[in-house]
Nanobody, 116 residues
C-alpha cells in the first residue's frame, strides 16, 4: 500500500527551527524525485523544495538559505530542516513526488505554526 506520512510539525516562535520528516511505504523510493509542498490557510498549495535521486536540491526563493532538504533512501524518508522560521512559513507541509502527473496519494501533512 502506497503511503506518505509526514511528521515533525508543531508550534515554534519566530526565528526557531523545526525538522520535518516524510516516510514513504509501498514505493521504490530511491527512484523518485521528491518535493516538499505547503499550503497556508486560504492559499493554494505551493512548492517548497526538491531533491533529485542523486541528491541535488533546489528551493523556492522564499525559503532558500533557511530550509535544507535531504533524503535517506535506505529508510525511504525525505526530511526538511527549517531554520529562521517566520510567520509566513505557517502552513500544512506535505511531501510527494516532484512530478505533478505522477503524484502519489497525499498524506495528511504536518502542521507548522510560527507564532509568538
Amino acid at each position: 500500500q502506497v503511503q506518505l506520512v509526514e511528521s515533525g510539525g508543531g508550534l515554534v516562535q519566530p526565528g526557531g527551527s523545526l525538522r520535518l520528516s516524510c516516510a514513504a511505504t509501498g514505493v521504490t523510493f530511491s527512484r523518485y524525485i521528491m518535493s516538499w509542498y505547503r499550503q497556508a490557510p486560504g492559499k493554494e498549495r505551493e512548492w517548497v523544495s526538491i531533491i533529485q535521486t542523486g541528491g541535488a536540491t533546489n528551493y523556492a526563493t522564499s525559503v532558500k538559505g533557511r530550509f535544507t532538504i535531504s533524503r535517506d533512501n535506505a529508510k525511504k524518508q525525505v526530511s526538511l530542516q527549517m531554520n529562521s522560521l517566520n510567520p509566513e512559513d505557517t502552513a500544512v507541509y506535505y511531501c510527494n513526488r516532484a512530478i505533478e502527473n505522477r503524484w502519489l496519494k497525499w498524506g495528511q501533512g504536518t502542521q507548522v505554526t510560527v507564532s509568538s
